[in-house]
């Protein structure tokens, strides 16, 4: 039934039950942070450790890409809460078949 509905919306293209298949899944989220100076290093840090990308930085502020599995994700958001979130976005998982291995 779920299908169905997903199925029904406009913005989506095609739907696919990964449940018995072989896939890969992410999630991508967005941070804007706001560390005092002095932990403005360490954010940065966390970052790097977690594949992060820096895609726009303000005087006091940085928004930070990162994509990975739903724990890596609830990891990261969790660390980085006590330098301030200003605000996210999370996409929710995406995913894709994995290829079968040729013998």
Do not use: C
Request: net charge positive.
């Amino acid at each position: 039934m779920l299908l169905v509905f997903l199925n029904k919306l406009i913005d989506v293209i095609k739907v696919v039950d990964f449940m018995e298949i072989d896939h890969v899944e992410r999630e991508m989220v967005l941070i804007k942070v706001s560390p005092r100076k002095e932990d403005r290093i360490e954010v940065l840090k966390l970052a790097e450790i977690f594949r992060g990308r820096i895609i726009d930085s303000g005087s006091s502020t940085f928004t930070i890409e990162t994509t990975g599995d739903e724990g890596k994700i609830n990891a990261f958001i969790e660390l980085i809460k006590p330098f301030g979130i200003k605000e996210f976005v999370r996409t929710g998982k995406v995913a894709i078949a994995r290829e079968k291995a040729k013998k």
